[in-house]
């Protein structure tokens, strides 16, 4: 999952960054509304964590344009600003949880996971196929039963195809959810991911398979042998 951090102080948005990334999840951080808008434009995000007081203006307007465009995204507010009615009024423009600033990293973890956990029940909270199950709000990965992990790329790759079983993932939306723009990503990236995927699942007997539709994408699908 791909989560974007819209934060001006950079201690607190690398602190935010480094307990995301820790648990497993793929992050941009930016600090101002234009680098927002940017990657709002080309990243279809999981949750959004939005500052209010930003350098150039109100983070409000980025909730505000989503919800106007019909984004569902989690938006999950943390601010300084601690009034009632700016609450109410935040939360009322669409906003899914609102922290005030200082706060815990622990409780902001359990905030986000609650968001997507209720993002993931709106779809699919457990994605199922062959020997294995992955639940999506928790990123907790079974295979047979017996939690397994995996590194954080290959976990993402798994998740997007999952959630697309059966039907062509291309590359790009792979590269998306793996990759944040801060990272040195070479022309055969997902192709090593995909690769070194395909071993652990083979040696955990997880019975599915991911086939390679070349210069397009991979589908993820059921081994005969589940």
């Given at each position: 999952?791909?989560?974007?951090?819209?934060?001006?102080?950079?201690?607190?948005?690398?602190?935010?960054?480094?307990?995301?990334?820790?648990?497993?999840?793929?992050?941009?951080?930016?600090?101002?509304?234009?680098?927002?808008?940017?990657?709002?434009e080309?990243?279809?995000?999981?949750?959004?964590?939005?500052?209010?007081?930003?350098?150039?203006?109100?983070?409000?307007?980025?909730?505000?344009?989503?919800?106007?465009?019909?984004?569902?995204?989690r938006?999950?507010?943390?601010t300084?600003?601690?009034?009632?009615?700016q609450?109410?009024?935040?939360?009322?423009?669409?906003?899914?949880?609102?922290?005030?600033?200082?706060?815990?990293?622990?409780?902001?973890?359990?905030?986000?996971?609650?968001?997507?956990?209720?993002s993931?029940?709106?779809?699919?909270?457990v994605l199922?196929?062959?020997?294995?199950?992955?639940?999506?709000?928790?990123?907790?990965?079974?295979?047979?039963?017996?939690?397994?992990?995996?590194?954080?790329r290959?976990?993402?790759?798994?998740?997007t195809?999952?959630?697309?079983?059966?039907?062509?993932?291309?590359?790009?939306?792979?590269?998306?959810?793996?990759?944040?723009?801060?990272?040195?990503?070479t022309?055969?990236?997902?192709?090593?991911?995909?690769?070194?995927?395909?071993?652990?699942?083979?040696?955990?007997?997880?019975?599915?398979?991911i086939?390679?539709?070349?210069?397009?994408?991979?589908?993820?699908?059921?081994?005969?042998?589940?």
């Open positions: 999952m791909r989560l974007l951090v819209l934060e001006d102080n950079e201690k607190l948005a690398a602190l935010m960054a480094k307990l995301l990334a820790d648990n497993l999840y793929s992050v941009d951080t930016v600090a101002t509304l234009d680098e927002a808008r940017a990657a709002i080309v990243v279809d995000y999981d949750l959004i964590l939005l500052d209010l007081s930003l350098p150039d203006g109100d983070g409000g307007d980025i909730l505000r344009s989503l919800r106007r465009a019909g984004h569902a995204t938006v999950l507010v943390a300084a600003r601690a009034d009632v009615v609450r109410v009024e935040t939360l009322n423009d669409g906003a899914d949880d609102y922290l005030v600033k200082p706060f815990s990293l622990d409780e902001l973890l359990a905030r986000i996971r609650a968001l997507l956990r209720r993931c029940e709106a779809k699919q909270a199922v196929a062959g020997r294995l199950s992955l639940d999506t709000a928790s990123l907790t990965l079974r295979v047979t039963g017996q939690v397994t992990a995996l590194p954080r290959e976990l993402g790759v798994l998740v195809l999952l959630s697309n079983q059966g039907s062509l993932v291309p590359r790009r939306k792979l590269e998306q959810a793996v990759y944040s723009f801060d990272n040195d990503v022309p055969n990236a997902i192709e090593a991911a995909v690769s070194r995927l395909r071993r652990r699942l083979d040696g955990l007997d997880a019975a599915v398979t086939t390679a539709m070349r210069g397009l994408g991979y589908i993820l699908t059921e081994s005969a042998a589940a």
